[in-house]
């Protein structure tokens, strides 16, 4: 008997809430892995360093948002080694976020009672380790430009289970902070990923350029979680824990 999304997901993968200094520290360290070893986004200067416990030297990627955001890290049960991570920026009193300061924007939200439940969706990255396809080395999130790659019959077994294992950790913080709103910047090929499987990120201005072609997007938990469950319900099952984790604003 085939196995189900969830259950595939779970035996491979299981999401960290990075709720402690210390798993923070692993997500901050991932981040500098990705975005200033594999990928040459951001500066080594721009970057942390310390020493462990252990005295071994340290090297990590933190920035202004971090003390407002939540962050979720995704395990390989297997080896016990971190495979991607994301983070929520968090409403705070009238404050920007980085989508409203570098993006031209066609529809900000600007209404006092929705910006109470909205945030972005940020530094979703995936660890060069894991990034198995050809395409895929150059983008943070792990997904290759030609997303047909991920519907050929002989591959459908091996989903992007990376992508909507963090997208599931989106929804597991949204919930817990009463986010109905979430804004994002992502690579086209992360957008037309994502909607393949019914998760709708509307662009709400022009492309910008920052490491490649980035889209201005928002996605609506009213909006996105019926289309996941009528377009793809096994993804549905495994972005909500079969129904348990659903975004609501509290």
Not at 33 to 57: M, N
Not at 168 to 192: F, N, T
């Amino acid at each position: 008997m085939q196995q189900d999304l969830l259950s595939a997901f779970n035996q491979f993968f299981e999401l960290i809430h990075a709720d402690t200094d210390a798993l923070r520290a692993q997500v901050f360290q991932l981040r500098y892995q990705v975005y200033v070893v594999e990928t040459g986004f951001e500066r080594e200067a721009d970057c942390k360093i310390g020493k462990a416990a252990d005295g071994q030297i340290i090297r990590w990627e933190e920035d202004e948002f971090d003390i407002r955001s939540d962050h979720y890290l995704l395990r390989h049960r297997r080896t016990g080694a971190y495979a991607a991570t994301t983070r929520l920026i968090l409403p705070q009193d009238d404050e920007p976020y980085p989508i409203e300061m570098h993006c031209k924007l066609d529809e900000p939200v600007n209404d006092p009672a929705i910006r109470r439940h909205l945030s972005e969706i940020s530094r979703f990255a995936v660890s060069k380790a894991f990034k198995r396809r050809l395409g895929e080395a150059q983008s943070v999130a792990g997904v290759a430009s030609d997303i047909d790659v991920y519907f050929e019959e002989h591959e459908r077994r091996v989903l992007p289970h990376i992508s909507l294992g963090l997208f599931a950790a989106v929804m597991r913080m949204a919930q817990v902070h009463g986010i109905s709103h979430c804004y994002a910047v992502m690579e086209p090929a992360l957008v037309r990923l994502l909607g393949r499987f019914g998760i709708l990120f509307r662009r709400i201005g022009p492309d910008v350029e920052h490491h490649g072609r980035r889209v201005p997007s928002i996605t609506i938990a009213d909006e996105t979680l019926p289309n996941i469950k009528t377009v793809a319900p096994q993804v549905w099952e495994l972005i909500t824990n079969r129904g348990e984790l659903m975004a609501k604003p509290g």
